[in-house]
């Protein structure tokens, strides 16, 4: 059993980030079970103020206990995902030296994610990605203009939804899923012995 405690920022991603963890895992390491605390949601505004994040990486410390690794996935929007991403990631591994932590920063949001994948969304006619579904600067509002049935796109509402049925190798041709795949595979992952 590999119990990984999560930081995210939105309301959506409490919902979707356990489904779309145990699908990688399903992949990756089928005879993992993991072990998901409710993720902890803090604004992205405030998670990266001086003290916040470590606040934050304490209370995941806790709920990932002794054995557990802390996953913290938040969206660029317009920063440099590598750059905000690694001065994040060692902010929380000052506080938290004993812990295993992977910081991953959605390329402006996770919803372009399923811009990647956008013709398994299944939500009308068959849709074809962006060429380059990580520049779209409003990923909700390009799915929004595509849904057909059910209003705009709403975060509360379908991402968890499309976290579980989007291509995960669709998805992989954004390179910030392609991080999030390769750092959930490494916490995931049972150690070689």
Same mark, same amino acid.
């Given at each position: 059993?590999?119990?990984?405690? #999560?930081? $995210?920022? %939105?309301? !959506?991603?409490?919902?979707?980030?356990?489904?779309?963890?145990?699908?990688?895992?399903?992949?990756?390491?089928? @005879? #993992?079970?993991?072990?998901? *605390?409710?993720?902890?949601?803090?604004?992205?505004?405030?998670? $990266?103020?001086? %003290? @916040?994040?470590?606040?934050?990486?304490?209370?995941?410390?806790?709920?990932?206990? /002794?054995? !557990?690794?802390?996953?913290?996935?938040? &969206? /660029?929007? %317009?920063?440099?995902?590598?750059?905000?991403?690694?001065?994040?990631?060692?902010?929380?591994?000052?506080?938290?030296?004993?812990? &295993?932590?992977?910081?991953?920063?959605?390329?402006?949001?996770?919803?372009? =994610?399923?811009?990647? /994948?956008?013709?398994?969304?299944?939500?009308? @006619?068959?849709?074809?990605?962006?060429?380059?579904?990580?520049?779209?600067?409003?990923?909700? !509002?390009?799915?929004?203009?595509?849904?057909?049935? !059910? %209003?705009?796109?709403?975060? #509360?509402?379908?991402?968890?939804?499309?976290? /579980? #049925?989007?291509?995960?190798?669709?998805?992989?041709?954004? *390179?910030?899923?392609?991080?999030? =795949?390769?750092?959930?595979?490494?916490?995931?992952?049972?150690?070689?012995?």
């Amino acid at each position: 059993m590999r119990r990984i405690a #999560t930081i $995210v920022e %939105g309301h !959506g991603e409490v919902e979707a980030l356990p489904i779309l963890l145990r699908r990688i895992a399903q992949q990756v390491s089928p @005879e #993992t079970v993991l072990d998901l *605390p409710r993720p902890i949601r803090v604004s992205r505004n405030r998670v $990266v103020q001086e %003290g @916040e994040l470590e606040r934050a990486i304490a209370l995941a410390a806790r709920e990932a206990r /002794a054995e !557990g690794c802390i996953l913290i996935l938040l &969206d /660029a929007n %317009g920063d440099c995902p590598a750059e905000l991403a690694s001065q994040l990631l060692e902010r929380a591994l000052a506080a938290r030296r004993d812990r &295993d932590i992977r910081v991953v920063l959605a390329k402006m949001e996770y919803e372009a =994610w399923f811009l990647a /994948a956008a013709a398994s969304l299944g939500i009308g @006619e068959v849709i074809e990605p962006p060429d380059d579904p990580e520049a779209v600067r409003d990923a909700k !509002g390009w799915l929004s203009a595509r849904m057909q049935a !059910g %209003g705009p796109y709403r975060a #509360t509402i379908h991402q968890a939804s499309f976290s /579980a #049925t989007f291509d995960l190798d669709a998805a992989r041709s954004a *390179p910030s899923f392609d991080k999030f =795949w390769r750092d959930v595979s490494s916490l995931i992952e049972p150690p070689q012995m």
